[in-house]
């Protein structure tokens, strides 16, 4: 019965050992797309926020757009994020678009998988006073 027992302990522990890798593999994999999801979600809203502050601007829309959604990306930990103007708005019923990409760092870059991009695109009307 003991020898039993120590033969089981023995196949438990390599059991252990042979699964470990997979459910850390698993569990890497898990946060990966969380992040990627976060990332994608924060490039979104940073283009809506650059849109909303841009289309009531009096002065410079394109500006005030560009440096908004830079700093909500920026505040939101998305370092190194690229903040565009597409359509630079201005004019009174003139449209504004602003687009935010943002390179997702690879938490399992030993795979050799291809970087991932998330963009955030919003566009909205130059509102006039």
Do not use: C, K
Request: aromatic share 6%.
């Amino acid at each position: 019965m003991v020898r039993f027992l120590r033969g089981q302990r023995g196949a438990e522990t390599l059991e252990a050992a042979a699964t470990l890798p997979l459910m850390i593999l698993i569990l890497l994999t898990i946060i990966e797309f969380g992040w990627a999801v976060y990332a994608q979600q924060v490039a979104q809203e940073a283009a809506r926020q650059g849109v909303r502050v841009g289309i009531v601007s009096q002065g410079n829309a394109a500006g005030a757009a560009l440096s908004t959604a830079a700093s909500y990306a920026r505040n939101a930990a998305l370092q190194g994020a690229q903040a565009s103007v597409l359509a630079p708005g201005g004019v009174v019923g003139s449209s504004l678009r602003v687009r935010v990409r943002y390179t997702v760092p690879h938490f399992l870059g030993f795979l050799g998988l291809p970087p991932l991009v998330v963009t955030g695109e919003a566009e909205g009307r130059q509102e006039g006073w």
